[in-house]
């Protein structure tokens, strides 16, 4: 059994569901799913991977261990101390996605107070953009 990588991740994207994911990822790392030169697939998965034992489970749970990011935190509502894992990748979209509709907001704002095009708006600084939109707002 080996690591899974991002190749392996990508091959879950078309997954039906959460089981047949998890299937892909324990049949590409102990190597069921190849592919040959012209990018066929060849030797399918077994069938005892649709419930694999547990050993396999734990094994694959501790090689891959570290790809996993855990956040314990303090809950001052409740007090209890949940563990969550930290999913940097949708994170980092999240956050991007965020600057992007705050950037097109800018973009709306200064063009229609001065008339800039998007281009130019958007090839500005933020601590430019920041300026003139602080200057619209006094």
Known sequence: MRPVNTGDLLACLEAADEQQARSILLSRALGFDKTDEAGDASGGAPEWLQSPPEAIIARFDRLNSSAEVRVQFDCAACQSRPILDLDIARYLIREMASTARRLM??????????????????????????????????
């Open 105 to 138: 907001a800018d973009i709306h704002e200064l063009a229609s107070a001065y008339g800039w095009s998007e281009r130019s708006i958007a090839a500005m600084s933020g601590a430019r953009r920041a300026a003139y939109l602080e200057m619209l707002s006094a």
